[in-house]
């Protein structure tokens, strides 16, 4: 079965603009930092600019030894030497399979019929969410919370990655009904300018 850090860092190119964050600042502060597994989201087209960005990033990662997702994008993650994640509306799991071969592939779902039918899917996790309201995804799906997630957690075998609204104060909770590791966006990007001490922060509450 796939090993997965407890710790899954989205490095989030709306979210990073929003905050004023350069992606390839936050994803060296992060690997820095002791995060092992990373992943590009960039949701707009991949213009020339995003592309050399995404190829610095999973550069970076190589570099560093962690695992280095892609989202959405079979092609480029395969271009890249990455893993790759998918949602519902994107390419399907046994097809992304084919377009990346053995690298790590994780699949997105929301509820327990998704749930289900991918845990029959050629994928290495499963992504379940949002656990919490978030305010990083446009259109997002009903919130589960933990007593949902904990219920969901026995329909898999699967590593297990929950996501949406995740915080230092409600991750400790989700390993108790579960999960194997939490996606984190916002909450890695600290309210003052230290974010070194801030990922520190996680990388210490997910050992």
Same mark, same amino acid.
């Given at each position: ?24 600042? $936050? ?18 087209? $991949? ?9 610095? $990033? ?26 790759? %994640? ?20 994780? $699949?997105?779902? %929301? ?64 390993? %108790? ?31």
């Amino acid at each position: 079965m796939t090993f997965l850090p407890r710790l899954y860092a989205i490095v989030d190119t709306v979210t990073l603009e929003r905050r004023g964050m350069d992606p390839l600042r $936050f994803t060296g502060a992060l690997l820095e930092n002791g995060v092992r597994l990373l992943q590009y989201r960039h949701k707009g087209p $991949f213009s020339r600019r995003v592309f050399a960005e995404a190829e610095a $990033f999973a550069a970076l990662c190589h570099e560093a030894g962690a695992h280095c997702v892609i989202d959405d994008r079979g092609d480029i993650a395969r271009v890249l030497g990455a893993g790759l %994640h998918v949602g519902q509306d994107d390419l399907a799991p046994a097809d992304a399979r084919r377009v990346i071969g053995n690298a790590l592939l994780g $699949f997105s779902t %929301h509820n327990a019929t998704q749930l289900q039918a991918g845990d029959q899917e050629p994928v290495d996790y499963l992504a379940i969410g949002p656990v919490f309201a978030t305010g990083s995804k446009e259109n997002p799906d009903p919130v589960l919370g933990v007593d949902q997630i904990r219920d969901l957690r026995a329909l898999t075998t699967r590593p297990l990655v929950a996501i949406g609204g995740i915080t230092l104060r409600n991750a400790e909770a989700l390993f %108790h009904a579960g999960i194997d590791s939490v996606a984190v966006i916002s909450d890695l990007l600290p309210a003052d300018d230290d974010l070194s001490a801030r990922i520190r922060e996680w990388v210490r509450a997910t050992a």
